[in-house]
Each structure stands twice: as C-alpha cells, then as structure tokens.
C-alpha cells in the first residue's frame, strides 16, 4: 500500500508563494501519473497540475504560468510550486498517484477517482 503525504501548506498574502510537497512512500516508481487536485468548501474537487514518468506537464487554465508542477524520483516527491498566489487558490489541495500508467491521460486532468492513492491534503489560505 502506497501512502502519500502532503506538506508545505499555510496562509499567504495575495501575490506571495508557496510550494506543496507530497512524499510517495514507494521507494521507486518508474511508471506514473501524479498531480494535484483542490476543493474549496461547497465547490467540487479541480484539477490543478499533473505530471507523468515522461516528463509531461499539464495545467489548469487557472494555474497557467503561475504553478509549476516537478517531480524529484530520487526521493519519490512530487511539488507544486504556487507563485503569485491570488485568494481563489484558497483550497484543500490534495496529491494524487496512479502508478498503473506511465503517461497521464485526460481524464487524469479532471477526474479524481481515476487515481489509485491519495494523500490527505493540504491547506492553502491566501489573504488579499
């Protein structure tokens, strides 16, 4: 069983960064789909950012050119890196694993359930 643990999360003024941290407890994974999701209270749950074992990226046209998703394989860490950060990024956002595949298909960038683990999220608050 494969457990994901997320950190990094907290209160930022608008226009400030963060980066989110999610720790695989697989020691080596060759083949995977990782990315991001959040969910703010009453909204349903968004997809952020992905990233797969062949180094290709996805984000959400609200991230665009402001979050960057990478990946460190040597120690099984996926992050996202959040930069001028407005107040509707406030969310729980949550990291996501599925090693089945090797190359992220759409319905990773949309669908949640698509993935096999979960970590328990993280909180991001950004203050204006």
């Known amino acids: 069983q494969v457990q994901l643990v997320e950190s990094g999360g907290g209160s930022a003024q608008a226009g400030g960064s963060l980066r989110l941290s999610c720790a695989a407890s697989?020691?080596?994974?060759?083949?995977?789909?990782m990315g991001w999701f959040r969910q703010s209270p009453g909204k349903d749950r968004e997809g952020v950012a992905t990233?797969?074992?062949?180094?290709?990226?996805w984000y959400a046209d609200s991230v665009k050119g402001r979050f960057t998703i990478s990946q460190d394989n040597a120690k099984s860490t996926l992050y996202l890196q959040m930069n001028s950060l407005k107040p509707e990024d406030t969310a729980m956002y949550y990291c996501a694993a599925d090693f089945s595949v090797g190359v992220c298909s759409w319905w990773h960038y949309y669908r949640w359930d698509r993935y096999n683990y979960w970590g328990q999220g993280t909180q991001v608050t950004v203050s204006s």
């Open positions: 990233s797969d074992s062949r180094g290709s990226a």
């Open positions: 697989k020691s080596t994974y060759r083949s995977f789909c």
